[in-house]
């Protein structure tokens, strides 16, 4: 981010990094932050909007899956309990997460944190889909069936 006296720039000009914003640059009136792009107030309605956007689509869309997949493969005699366990294994992993970010980023940089992340998620989808059986079109029994493992 470069700011100066009448415009900043998120972004190199013309696809470089020379002209007043260039960290060499002998032109004091220009300051150069390199990792980070402050937002200034005419614009900061853009976070809210986005965060909100993002957050409505991801109710409507995947954020019910885990729940709704949790009420179908859980017998009727343990699905509080087990929906207590899955519940309780989201939150200390969401809770990992939050507690090693700003150590990752800072020994991995930030690419570093997300690629591993990344790879963490890719992973578990992996064996998601190569040991989770599937259950469209059954009945509860069945699920109950499949999962007991007497099939």
């Given amino acids: 981010f470069c700011e100066g006296p009448q415009k900043s720039f998120c972004l190199s000009i013309n696809g470089s990094f020379s002209g007043p914003c260039s960290p060499t640059s002998e032109n004091s009136a220009y300051n150069w932050y390199p990792d980070y792009c402050p937002t200034t107030t005419a614009y900061s309605w853009t976070i809210i909007v986005g965060l909100t956007a993002y957050l409505i689509s991801f109710a409507a869309g995947v954020g019910p899956i885990p729940w709704s ?14 929906t207590s366990v899955a519940t309780c294994t989201m939150w200390t992993f969401n809770l990992m997460i939050a507690m090693t970010f700003l150590s990752m980023t800072t020994g991995l940089t930030q690419y570093g944190a997300f690629y591993l992340y990344c790879g963490l998620a890719v992973t578990g989808w992996v064996i998601f889909l190569m040991f989770m059986p599937e259950t469209k079109g059954r009945t509860l029994e069945q699920i109950e069936t499949l999962f007991s493992g007497s099939v």
């Fill in 69 to 82: 997949y949790n009420s179908e493969i859980y017998p009727l005699w343990g699905r509080s309990v087990c």
